[in-house]
Nanobody
Framework: QVQLVESGGGLVQAGGSLRLSCTAS????????MGWYRQTPGKQREWVTS???????NYADSVKGRFTISRDNAKNTVYLEMNSLKPEDTAVYYC??????????????WGQGTQVTVSS
């Protein structure tokens, strides 16, 4: 079985920083793209950022210039560095990964989510 476990969420003041981590474990053959999503009550889950296996990245306009996604392929881990945090960044953050668990077959996996709260 494959699972993604997140860590690093918490409470931070506006303008502060947090770093989230998400590590995949289990019977992993390889990992393709990884990314981060977030969700607040009353809103649908929104895409925040993603990173390809080779390191190419994309960001939502709302976080561009403030958030940085990175990955350590040897550790099956993706990170989200969040700087200049705003109250509107408050959400449950979920990591995701497209993982190959057997040759030529991949499946999308999701972490359990970690709460990020930014106070004003």
């Amino acid at each position: 079985q494959v699972q993604l476990v997140e860590s690093g969420g918490g409470l931070v003041q506006a303008g502060g920083s947090l770093r989230l981590s998400c590590t995949a474990s289990g019977s992993i053959f390889s990992i393709n793209a990884m990314g981060w999503y977030r969700q607040t009550p009353g809103k649908q889950r929104e895409w925040v950022t993603s990173i390809e296996s080779g390191g190419n990245t994309n960001y939502a306009d709302s976080v561009k210039g403030r958030f940085t996604i990175s990955r350590d392929n040897a550790k099956n881990t993706v990170y989200l560095e969040m700087n200049s945090l705003k109250p509107e960044d408050t959400a449950v953050y979920y990591c995701s990964a497209n993982i190959v668990v057997q040759p030529w077959r991949s499946t999308d996996y999701w972490g359990q989510g970690t709460q990020v709260t930014v106070s004003s």
